[in-house]
Each structure stands twice: as structure tokens, then as C-alpha cells.
């Protein structure tokens, strides 16, 4: 399933990222493949707000179509 398929409170680890672009900026968050990530929020026709270990970051809904992943 793609990242912009979770919900509110669920953590999923990465499988694939299929955008080489989107894959390097994840790189410098230190997300990768095999990484787990939780989502804090999803706002009504705006981004996600994720949680990876410490880390909180925002990505918008395109991106996370490119993203695929799976339950952890």
C-alpha cells in the first residue's frame, strides 16, 4: 500500500521508495527502506505529519503516493 493510505496513529515500515529524488531527501531524514515510520496526523487536503524515532516531519499527500509500504 502506498504511505498516503494510513491512517491517523499507524506505523508502517518503508518497502520501496519509487522516486529516486524522494528517495535521497528521505536519506538525509535517515529514512530509508526498512525504516518504520508513525503518523501523527493527517490534515484534511494537506500533509502528513510523520514520526521516525525522535524526528517529526511533514510531506505532502503527492509524495506520499511515491511512497510504498507495509503493516510493522
Known amino acids: ?3 498516503s493510505e ?3 496513529g499507524q506505523t508502517v515500515q518503508v518497502t520501496r521508495i519509487r522516486d529516486e529524488v524522494i528517495r535521497t531527501q528521505f536519506i538525509r531524514f535517515g529514512i530509508g527502506e526498512g525504516s ?10 494537506g500533509p502528513f505529519m510523520l514520526r521516525h524515532n525522535l524526528q517529526e516531519i511533514a510531506i505532502g499527500r503527492e509524495i506520499a503516493k ?3 509500504v507495509r503493516g510493522a
Not at 36 to 45: A, D, F, G, T
Request: aromatic residues 0%; hydrophobic residues 35%.
Open 1 to 3: 500500500m502506498c504511505l
Open 6 to 8: 494510513i491512517k491517523r
Open 66 to 68: 511515491k511512497i510504498e
Open 36 to 45: 518504520r515510520i508513525c503518523c501523527l496526523e493527517k490534515i484534511p487536503c
